[in-house]
């Protein structure tokens, strides 16, 4: 089963944690990136001078982050159909790492 392959062509800065982003089909989606930044690696991004620091990977055609963050550029296209998902998974991993703590 094939499914597109989408790239990520530009983005800016529009908002604090979010980004309007545009890609290679003339889509344009603009995500607000704060609600899926926790974590080991995506958590870092919480803080906004290092998620300003985000650039568009000329390989891989997507997002990427100094300290190796990337979201899949067809995640970023869909992104209203993983963001709901995302954010459920989040709320329970974070759960689960506070149970663990206790």
Known sequence: MSHPIFRVTSFRIVAPFT?????DDGVVREIDFQPVLVGPLLGSLAE????????LDPEAKTLVWPNGADFDPETLHNWPDYEVALAHRIQKWTHAEASNSL
């Open 19 to 23: 980004l309007a982003v545009t890609f």
């Open 48 to 55: 906004l001078e290092m998620f300003n620091h985000v650039q």
